[in-house]
């Protein structure tokens, strides 16, 4: 069972971006500069609180509890894992992740699926927490003791761009934001190229079409 299972933890997900409009609307910023045009996919679209702000129609996830919520937001939702995607090959534009390639048991399986479903040079944006920032080390820290994040694995930027060239893409954008600790973000940041200063990191991978078969 997952933690996102439990509705109790699906609320505090809420309750958290709720209470940090700043770091949520800094980080839809910077995934907005580099999402590209067209049909995209959100691959983990949680309670569709990325896509609703990002204009992203579908997506898929594996917690009924979340995908509750994302259908209040009109999204249109999948109650399946990220491996074996329900489309035909270069069905998208592009698919989105936002903070779901540390909770994968297998991101290179799951980025895969990604090209498949991609139409050919479809991208692949990732956004994530950079593993090696002050905010990764601290999750990484207190994982033990979350239950949000005991099971997550907070990758480098590094260890981001070879999971993706495994799974045959190649990073051609990189931009983060966050600067400093989350508690002190009260203000929207404005994102900035390349990876070493902020928390959040957005990667946008290019690759050519490959079918499944």
């Known amino acids: 069972m997952s933690v996102f299972d439990s509705p109790e933890n699906v609320g505090h997900y809420e309750a958290w971006f709720e209470s940090n409009p700043a770091v949520f609307e800094s980080e839809v910023m910077a995934i907005r500069e580099v999402l590209p045009g067209g049909i995209g996919f959100e691959i983990g679209i949680g309670t569709g609180l990325f896509a609703e702000k990002l204009g992203i129609r579908m997506g898929n996830d594996p917690s009924g509890e979340m995908l509750k919520i994302a259908r209040k937001r009109n999204r249109l939702v999948y109650c399946c894992k990220g491996d074996d995607l329900p489309f035909h090959d270069g069905y998208f534009d592009y698919t989105l992740m936002v903070t779901t390639l540390c909770f994968l048991d297998d991101p290179v399986a799951v ?97 050519e079409f490959r079918s499944r078969y």
Do not use: W
């Open 111 to 207: 980025l895969r699926e990604c090209r498949r479903v991609t139409r050919r040079n479809g991208a692949a944006v990732v956004a994530f927490i950079d593993g090696e920032s002050a905010t990764g080390k601290s999750y990484r820290n207190r994982a033990l003791r979350s239950p949000f994040y005991r099971d997550a694995v907070f990758y480098s930027a590094d260890q981001v761009r070879k999971v993706l060239a495994q799974a045959g893409f190649a990073v051609e954008s990189v931009r983060q934001t966050l600067f400093g600790p989350l508690t002190a973000i009260t203000e929207v940041q404005h994102s900035r190229e390349g990876v070493g200063e902020g928390a959040f990191v957005v990667m946008r991978a290019m690759s």
